[in-house]
């Protein structure tokens, strides 16, 4: 099952390299070298947080650890599901490797610790082996005004990818809720929360709906 778990884990390589390039690319523009880069994504190992550690820790060092760690905090939603569903032996590792779009083909996976453990581990290596390629080919993508937009988008891409064969039962409401939160914090100019936002009133909302019906 592990074997399985990493040929499943390929989708989400392929979407996880162009988006650490592209963290290893901004990190190099804002400052930090390559050993801090490599270190950010080895121990971190989460996107979204990283590349708001990386804006924010030039300017405050405060907020560079606080919203990472809000930003992260929909990961004790997803490791309360996992357990429930999982027979987990490991589970700090378990824990470290639990992303986005691990814990979305999770959710349809054999119930095996060992394929999410695989799935995790290709995640992973994908992630650091983007961030190496960034670091190290940073001059040569930077001037290439077609691939740069690509990568900041391929991310996107991967979410739709792994969002449409979920969109059955409540799963749909799921994502309308999420989405019309999303939107309306992105319309008034706070992006970031309403992801945030979406991500911690969603499970309420469908809770409460779950109850009363």
């Not at 924010?56 to 997803?78: E, H, K, Q, W």
């Not at 599901?81 to 490991?90: D, N, P």
């Not at 991967?158 to 969109?167: A, D």
């Amino acid at each position: 099952m592990f074997i399985k778990g990493v040929i499943a884990s390929i989708p989400i390589a392929l979407g996880y390299i162009p988006v650490a390039i592209t963290f290893g690319l901004t990190a190099l523009t804002l400052g930090f070298n390559k050993v801090e880069i490599l270190l950010a994504s080895a121990l971190i190992f989460g996107g979204a947080s990283q590349f708001a550690l990386i804006s924010l820790m030039p300017s405050s060092f405060v907020d560079a650890v606080i919203v990472p760690l809000l930003l992260n905090l929909r990961y004790t939603i997803y490791s309360c599901i996992i357990s429930q569903k999982f027979a987990i032996k490991y589970p700090f590792i378990v824990a470290f490797g639990l992303t986005d779009e691990v814990f979305a083909i999770s959710l349809n996976a054999p119930n095996s610790e060992e394929f999410i453990l695989g799935l995790e581990l290709g995640a992973y290596l994908s992630w650091i082996l983007g961030t190496l390629i960034g670091v190290l080919g940073g001059s040569i993508l930077l001037s290439n005004k077609i691939l740069m937009p690509s990568l900041t988008f391929s991310l996107t891409a991967l979410f739709l990818v792994l969002l449409i064969p979920n969109l059955k039962g409540y799963h749909i409401l799921s994502a309308m809720i999420g989405g019309s939160i999303s939107l309306l914090f992105h319309y008034l100019g706070y992006t970031s929360v309403g992801i945030l936002l979406a991500g911690i009133l969603t499970p309420i909302v469908l809770l409460k709906i779950k109850v009363k019906g």
